[in-house]
């Protein structure tokens, strides 16, 4: 058995493992990261855990970083302070079989206007993540059009997405999780984990101008976890002499709507099941939804 079917068997306790694997990526720590996960799928040892670990970071890679590069240099308005990238899936395609499901990349460019990205720290902007209204910098996206792609990814994204155990009713109060749910938590977490990897790649390769920091997550995908890199030196302008705008209701281009707020409910595991049927999305009912998924909507 493995040891987190016994860690899992309780919510509390699923609840606090990944808690400490939130810590580390907030705190920047990819390396405890990949720890954890590495030695959790290896003790696993299902051909689906070694399919993961098969999976190599570098193998992950977003494309279209120096047309971002070149965009955020050229543009005319006020110079672009802060970036939020974000991963997803297209909506209502969970159910189609014999498909490869490729994530798609969201992508929001600020100016300092709506929050003072050149002079915040990776703090600072994990707590504006937090705000129960979204952040300050909500809806005032710049208008600048930008296609970034993410490839490595899909294999393990169609897997996950057509696992036979996405959820775990805990209503007999079992003694253990099923081996096959642990499995599919370990796999999603080591999805996010490739995907920061690949962010901070690019952060540390290539950067951004002025050290601009990327705020970056997964919407609807589970785990919904948040994380900041490419935090440098900082080459921005403060002052800004130009009048404020007025927040927009759309985000620019091809991101995404943003999403109203929505009452918690704790859902019972008969809604669960319900849900898995109608959507096949990947919620996590457990908890509220993350930063990405609040803030914002396809």
């Known amino acids: 058995m493995h040891e987190l079917q016994q860690v899992f068997a309780k919510a509390e306790g699923e609840a606090e493992w990944e808690a400490g694997l939130r810590a580390h990526f907030e705190a920047g720590d990819l390396d405890a990261v990949h720890g954890v996960l590495e030695t959790a799928l290896q003790a696993l ?24 590069v070149e965009a955020i240099t050229m543009h005319e308005g006020e110079p672009v302070t802060g970036v939020t990238l974000a991963v997803a899936n ?11 499901h490729h994530p798609y990349m969201m992508l929001g460019l600020y100016s300092d206007e709506p929050f003072c990205f050149s002079e915040a720290d990776a ?14 910098w909500a ?6 059009e930008v296609h970034l792609d993410i490839h490595g990814l899909d294999r393990l994204n169609t897997a996950l997405l057509h696992h036979k155990q996405r959820h775990f009713f805990r209503d007999d109060a079992p003694a253990q999780a ?21 962010v901070a790649s690019e952060c540390a390769i290539h950067g951004l101008p002025g050290g601009i920091p990327v705020v970056s997550g997964m919407v609807e995908m589970r785990p919904e976890v948040v994380m900041v890199h490419g935090l440098g030196a900082r080459t921005v302008e403060r002052e800004r002499t130009s009048e404020v705008k007025p927040a927009a209701p759309m985000l620019a281009a091809d991101f995404i709507q943003l999403r109203p707020a929505e009452e918690v409910k704790e859902l019972t ?16 009912p457990d908890e509220k939804r993350g930063f990405f998924a609040r803030l914002l909507r396809r």
Do not use: S
């Open 269 to 284: 595991g008969l809604d669960l099941r319900r849900r898995v049927v109608e959507t096949g999305q990947e919620d996590e």
């Open 178 to 198: 099923p081996a096959r749910y642990v499995e599919y938590v370990l796999g999603c977490w080591w999805r996010a984990l490739l995907f920061q990897q690949a």
């Open 123 to 136: 703090d600072a902007l994990l707590a504006q993540t937090r705000e129960e209204e979204g952040p300050a």
């Open 90 to 100: 297209e909506a209502d395609r969970a159910f189609e079989k014999g498909q490869t």
């Open 45 to 68: 040892a299902t051909p689906f855990a070694q399919e993961c670990l098969a999976i190599a970071p570098e193998a992950v890679e977003i494309e279209g970083w120096a047309e971002l």
């Open 139 to 144: 809806g005032w996206d710049e208008d600048i």
